[in-house]
């Protein structure tokens, strides 16, 4: 229900910062919590962040606590990854997306969104 286009992904050295962007389309699209995830090489894909679908609540996985911030431009329809003080294990591609149903609160599991963007490279060099 909800169409995801992904950018902001690079090449960037350890310690740097990237932003991703996330833009929503579709029928009362800024209703919808939204989350990022990561997939590396050979691993599962993985939570890494979530805001709920008032704004009002973030939760992130622990291993970018205090370095990744997601938020949402006032139209809701936008939603940003700030990565700061990035590692080389955050090389990965990066997924956005939307929950399932319209009006969630934060989410941390791939089976909660039901809309998927294509996904970006973000490359670590150390």
């Known amino acids: 229900q909800v169409q995801l286009v992904e950018s902001g992904g690079g090449l960037v050295q350890a310690g740097g910062s990237l932003r991703l962007s996330c833009a929503a389309s579709g029928r009362t699209c800024s209703n919808y919590a939204r989350g990022w995830f990561r997939q590396a090489p050979g691993k599962e894909r993985e939570f890494v962040a979530t805001?709920?679908?008032?704004?009002?609540?973030?939760y992130y996985a622990d291993s970018v606590k205090g370095r990744f911030t997601i938020s949402r431009y006032a139209n809701k329809n936008t939603v940003y990854l700030q990565m700061n003080s990035l590692k080389p294990e955050d090389t990965a591609v990066y997924y956005c997306a939307a929950s399932k149903y319209a009006r969630a609160l934060v989410l941390d599991r791939p089976s909660d969104f039901g809309s998927w963007g294509q996904g970006t490279q973000v490359t670590v060099s150390s």
């Open positions: 805001i709920s679908w008032s704004g009002g609540s973030t």
